[in-house]
């Protein structure tokens, strides 16, 4: 019974390698309206090798949390607010997945313009600001040339200041292409996987333990020391995990 169980998620393993992203995807989305749930996780697991995108990381934080697996449902609904973060359906079940969250952790006070900042500099609106970056440096670097076609000078005065403007803009939306990709690039925040784990004050297992942290909480990354990580958690506290307990949104 048990080699024709390795046999059968052997074969499974190797068609789900065999498949396109897309055929991945639509598995997936065939496994999960038929109830098969771990199936269905495996099939978007499979198909984040190559693929990204709201739509894949929702169906598998869905998932995921039918199987009771909170971590990693609350993962991948990380990832997709992370691309788009005014996505309703995954902002709603994510809150849903975080009520299940065994720690309760009061945040520190944050200002609104964070939020805020956070939209501004989210994946989605990378090509955004990087297409505008283009369009308003090169209508400014038109501008400029077209000035150099007039002869009166109040027509020409008015050119170099609508392209510098132009250019200016444009700068502006290039620093916002910038940020976003730092942010992206730079992002620490992970979501604890393990069950529970101990947080300890040194990246040393026989440290003294400073709190104890259950799946689905978030956490930030401060820095890494060999296998270990140094966290801090929403409401301050800091201390060393495991880096095998969590996993990066």
């Known amino acids: 019974m048990k080699y024709i169980i390795a046999v059968l998620l052997f074969s499974t393993s190797l068609y789900l390698h065999a498949q396109t992203p897309e055929e991945r995807i639509q598995a ?9 749930f771990e199936e269905a996780l495996s099939s978007y697991e499979a198909a984040m090798s190559d693929a990204s995108g709201v739509n894949l990381y929702f169906n598998a934080g869905n998932a995921a949390f039918k199987t009771g697996a909170l971590g990693k449902a609350i993962l991948y609904f990380e990832r997709a607010k992370k691309i788009d973060p005014t996505a309703e359906d995954v902002n709603n079940n994510l809150q849903i997945a975080n009520s299940k969250v065994v720690d309760r952790i009061e945040s520190l006070p944050s200002l609104g313009v964070e939020n805020l900042w956070g939209v501004m500099t989210s994946q989605s609106k990378l090509n955004t600001w990087s297409w505008l970056a283009i369009a308003f440096n090169l209508l ?20 170099l200041i609508g392209g510098t403007g132009l250019f200016l803009v444009g700068l502006g939306f290039y620093a916002l292409s ?13 979501i604890v996987l393990a069950p529970s784990i101990v947080v300890r004050n040194a990246p040393a297992e026989n440290s003294q333990e400073a709190f104890v942290l259950h799946e689905g909480t978030k956490i930030k990354i401060i820095s890494k020391q060999d296998n270990w990580n140094e966290i801090k958690i929403a409401n301050g506290s800091v201390g060393w995990m495991p880096e095998v307990a969590s996993e990066p949104i």
């Open 28 to 36: 997936g989305n065939s496994f999960y309206e038929n109830a098969s």
């Open 178 to 190: 910038r940020a976003t990709n730092y942010r992206l690039d730079r992002s620490t925040e992970a």
């Open 140 to 159: 400014g670097f038109s501008a400029l040339i077209v000035r150099l076609f007039y002869q009166k000078s109040a027509t020409r005065r008015m050119m």
